[in-house]
């Protein structure tokens, strides 16, 4: 057990719709970074998140964004959603903004159909 | 394009004998690198790392080792264990230390056989 959670496990919607993700990091953890797997693919960086703050994003699309509130839980908003967002999402957690070693939650499969 | 990459999906080993992994990269700038573990149904794991200062790094069973020209590296599990059996996903850092994002191959599925 990393200490991440992840919350729901499993999400099924259907196209056009929107979708809340919710991560909890270790206890102590200030940064948080989201990651896309979708099918045969290695996991994607999306955005990073450090103390409330954004800190670096990557190949996020901008129908998603994402939040950190004060108590460090973070979210990703997914909307107007297509097929070919269906993947697993991960949530992963640091002590700092320069850490190399993440710690990942179990992650949310998402399906859109 | 993929800056890094894992260019073998599968790797069968018999228990106790090496499991070689592999794991190519592009970007030169990379200076520190990663092996996570992934089982069905959960997150990865962090295994070991490597910084590009170094050329090898050991771990009990796990030894990562690091080839800056020919900017490969390789996981060694010796001796394997069934419980091996997992996904492993090579990642590099591509911000030197100042934004924790990684960059992750596709993963080599392992299945070490009793």
């Known amino acids: 057990d990393s200490g991440v959670t992840q919350t729901p496990k499993h999400l099924i919607t259907a196209t056009g719709q929107r979708v809340t993700l919710r991560c909890s990091p270790r206890s102590g953890d200030l940064s948080v970074y989201w990651y896309q797997q979708s099918l045969d693919q290695g996991l994607q960086f999306l955005i990073q998140?450090?103390?409330?703050?954004?800190?670096a994003k990557g190949n996020i699309l901008e129908r998603f964004s994402a939040q950190q509130f004060p108590d460090l839980h973070s979210e990703l908003n997914l909307s107007s959603l297509e097929l070919g967002d269906s993947a697993l999402y991960f949530c992963a957690s640091s002590p700092r903004t320069s850490d190399y070693e993440q710690y990942f939650g179990p992650g949310t499969r998402l399906t859109v159909t | 394009d993929q800056q890094v990459k894992q260019n073998s999906p599968s790797l069968s080993v018999q228990e106790g004998r090496i499991s070689i992994l592999n794991c190519d990269y592009t970007?030169?700038?990379?200076?520190?690198f990663l092996w996570y573990k992934k089982y069905p149904a959960e997150g990865p794991t962090f295994l070991i790392s490597?910084?590009?200062?170094?050329d090898k790094n050991e771990d009990g069973r796990f030894t990562v080792f690091l080839n800056k020209s020919a900017k490969h590296l390789s996981l060694h599990i010796v001796p394997s264990q069934p419980g091996d059996s997992a996904v492993y996903f090579c990642a590099a850092s591509s911000y030197g230390g100042s934004q924790g994002n990684l960059i992750f191959g596709k993963g080599t599925k392992l299945s070490v056989k009793p």
């Open positions: 998140y450090y103390n409330g703050e954004e800190r």
């Open positions: 970007n030169s700038m990379f200076d520190y």
């Open positions: 490597i910084s590009s200062i170094k």
